[in-house]
């Protein structure tokens, strides 16, 4: 599948490639007819220990020279310190702006590699190997990369494409459940914002996704990426539609910094999309059953329904700071019904606070 995205910066055309090992990782990289004496591949200290060698040997193989940046694994890392680092890294290394740099890992690796990649001699070019679920169904697609900055996700960042994302879906097999399941946070809101055939059918496979089941998964990866580059292409730098994509996310980013990134980002997405679904079916948007239904989802793809530890006026002022507001309105994703989000500036803090409260561990709790 290929996605192009013509008018962002850098390059805006690249195949996306399902393949089920790294056999086939030079032969595409050769189709890029890159110029390149150096690939620098950054990954995590958890990928690393398991795939760094294997990518790096298939790339020396070529007789091509291969560096390696690896940094601390977890949120934590995704910061402009981390992409300093790379910027030292490859200085003292002498890449110039024909080498490359490989982004092996989840959405963490992808985002800082591919900040470092947009920024580093005013942009070079970078290849993603998404190794999670959330990285290959969401983040490798789509151009956006950045670190969070004190804390605020995202804050600082570049719209910048990957010149190929190859995924090799068996790298899964090595995903913890917990890790698994945050994916999942991504997968159904990728299917409630643009796709009830997917969420339905999502939903019918529960079962089998539960139980990683090879074809089952490879297709709900293909679709999800079906609908994102949809979305992307239609819209690269969201000067509107893409914001669609957020579903969950304006409550889940502000959960995801209040809990010091204890929870994963699609365990927040999940608890933001509940809350998104509690506003629809207040507004009259989603039947009872359907907000229930949203909810009850993530119990079954081993997601989060409630979260303590928060003071719900937080959820306020954190996402006042969202990337969303514009003339000092959030702009919030709602759900017109399953498959259909819209773009919506009319939330009121009561409404959040009331939807909020639906997820509140700490007052369910106390009932
Ligand atoms: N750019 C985008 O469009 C976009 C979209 C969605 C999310 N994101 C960002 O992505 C990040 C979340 O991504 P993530 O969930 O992949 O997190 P992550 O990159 O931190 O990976 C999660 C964990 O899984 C481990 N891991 C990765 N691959 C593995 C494998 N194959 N086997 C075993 N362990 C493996 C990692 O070491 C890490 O501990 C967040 O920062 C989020 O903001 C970006
Ligand atoms: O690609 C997009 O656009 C998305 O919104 C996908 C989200 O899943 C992702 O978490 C993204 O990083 C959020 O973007 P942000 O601009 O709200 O930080
Ligand atoms: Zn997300």
Request: charged share 25%; aromatic share 8%.
């Amino acid at each position: 599948m290929t996605v192009q995205t013509n008018h962002i910066k850098g390059n805006g055309r690249y195949d996306i490639v399902w393949e089920d090992s790294f056999s086939e990782l030079m032969g595409q990289i050769k189709k890029l007819h890159l110029k390149a004496d150096k690939y620098c591949i950054v990954a995590d200290s958890k990928v690393a220990r398991v795939y760094l060698d294997k990518v790096k040997e298939i790339l020396e193989k070529e007789g091509l020279y291969v560096t390696t940046f690896v940094f601390p694994e977890g949120e934590s890392s995704k910061n402009l310190q981390t992409i300093q680092n790379i910027y030292t890294h490859l200085i003292g290394e002498h890449f110039d702006r024909k080498d490359i740099l490989v982004a092996l890992g989840g959405g963490v690796t992808g985002d800082l590699t591919g900040y470092a990649a947009a920024t580093y001699l005013r942009g070079i070019d970078f290849i993603s190997i998404p190794t999670t679920l959330l990285a290959q169904v969401d983040s490798s697609i789509g151009g956006k990369t950045g670190v969070d900055f004190e804390q605020y996700k995202n804050m600082v960042g570049a719209f910048y494409n990957p010149r190929l994302v190859y995924m090799n879906l068996s790298t899964l097999n090595t995903l913890s459940n917990r890790q698994f399941a945050c994916g999942m946070g991504e997968v159904l809101k990728t299917g409630l914002l643009g796709d009830d055939d997917l969420y339905i059918w999502t939903i019918n496979h529960m079962y089998e996704i539960e139980e990683r089941d090879h074809e089952v998964v490879q297709e709900l990866i293909r679709r999800c990426c079906e609908i994102k580059k949809h979305v992307v292409e239609q819209d690269p730098e969201e000067e509107g539609m893409r914001a669609v994509l957020n579903l969950g996310h304006t409550i889940g980013h502000a959960i995801e910094k209040l809990k010091d990134f204890d929870l994963t980002h699609g365990e927040c997405v999940a608890l933001g999309t509940v809350c998104a679904a509690e506003i629809s079916h207040k507004r009259g948007y989603l039947s009872t059953e359907e907000f229930y239904e949203i909810r009850d989802m993530n119990v079954g793809f081993n997601l989060p329904i409630t979260v303590d530890g928060i003071n719900p006026n937080d959820i306020l002022e954190v996402s006042r700071k969202d990337k969303k507001v514009e003339h000092g309105l959030r702009r919030f994703i709602l759900l017109k019904s399953i498959g259909n989000a819209v773009i919506d500036d009319t939330v009121t803090d009561e409404e959040m606070l009331e939807a909020f409260e639906f997820i509140n561990g700490d007052r369910i709790d106390a009932e």
